[in-house]
């Protein structure tokens, strides 16, 4: 009786024991294997500018980007013109992140009093995991609005010349942790154009690029080449040089430059300083985000 007793009590004792182990796996059953994630890059540039080209970075969803930019005079006249100080051209802007594809801004430069507004959206974006693309692909459209005084207000002047419009697709790739590189096929049109030797439509291509050299820094070079025979000859391409300096919630990009405005017509089209005869200028872009909270979407 005694030893019926006690393998009763030990079958009891084990079946107690293995109890957790099959709820355990009856519930792994039922959640099934871990789901596969997308993983996007982050992070390619610091902020949505390169130095005058826009980057393949897209202010965040309901954020605020508050940008300065000023771009000196040249600093050829050395000491007398405070190298370059003693002048500039600014504009000022807002970019917003409607969704974390879609970014619109609106801007006012000094230069020829201009207006400007844009909107960015990214078509494909680099990720791995569950989804895996290689580049990040982004388009841009942009329109300018000069509003000088009309030079002759007698003759039959039309609104439509003061307009420019931009178009333009950014494909890049945060290539490793350190380096980032952007192509930025571009097509700009002015409704009116100085002389018969220019084109209305400018195509070029600029290349941008981020070495990164600290958690909180980066050097960044820009190019833009304009195809030949579109501009007039005292015309050349925009080199850009440039430091971001990342201070938590600004970001501060120091550079040189051979352009001095800050709008697509302007610095692809109508930059005439050279770098090898002292036609550099100094410049800034600070970049200040916020967030702004939204009501709930029906």
């Keep these: 009786m005694k030893k ?25 059953s039922l959640l099934g294997e871990e789901e596969e994630t997308t993983d996007y890059a982050t992070a390619s540039f610091k902020t949505s500018r390169v130095i005058n080209l826009h980057s393949l970075e897209n202010t965040a969803s309901g954020v605020l980007d508050f940008k300065i930019s000023h771009r000196f005079n040249t600093v050829q006249n050395g000491l007398y013109d405070f190298f370059g100080l003693d002048g500039a051209n600014l504009r000022i802007g807002f970019d917003y992140g409607v969704t974390d594809r879609l970014v619109i801004g609106i801007g006012r430069s000094n230069y020829e009093k201009t207006l400007d507004g844009f909107a960015k ?5 680099q990720s791995k995991g ?9 388009a841009f459209g942009s329109v300018a609005m000069q509003t000088l005084k009309w030079a002759n207000p007698d003759r039959d002047n039309h609104f439509s010349s003061r307009l420019y419009y931009t178009g333009q ?13 952007q192509l ?3 097509i700009v049109h002015r ?18 690029t981020r070495i990164k050299l600290t958690k909180r820094m980066a050097i960044n070079l820009e190019y833009i080449y304009v195809l030949p025979d579109q501009l ?3 015309f050349v391409n925009s080199l850009s040089v440039g430091l971001d300096i990342e201070t938590g919630g600004h970001v501060f990009q120091l550079h040189f430059s051979n352009s001095r405005i800050m709008v ?19 410049g800034f872009n600070i970049s200040r985000v916020f967030t702004i909270v939204r009501p709930p979407l029906d």
């Design 130 to 138: 569950k989804r895996n693309m290689p580049i990040t692909l982004a």
């Design 191 to 208: 409704n009116l154009v100085a002389t018969f030797d220019e084109s209305n439509d400018v195509l070029a291509l600029g290349i941008g």
């Design 121 to 125: 959206y990214k078509i494909l974006r």
């Design 184 to 186: 930025s096929p571009t």
């Design 169 to 181: 697709l950014i494909i890049g790739r945060k290539i490793s942790e350190g380096f980032s590189l």
């Design 264 to 282: 697509e017509k302007g610095f692809i089209a109508e930059t005439t300083n050279k770098w090898e005869d002292g036609g550099i200028h100094f």
């Design 232 to 234: 007039a000859p005292q």
């Design 4 to 28: 019926h007793l006690y393998t009763l009590l030990m079958s009891l004792a084990l079946s107690m024991a293995a109890l957790p182990l099959f709820a355990q796996e009856d519930l792994l």
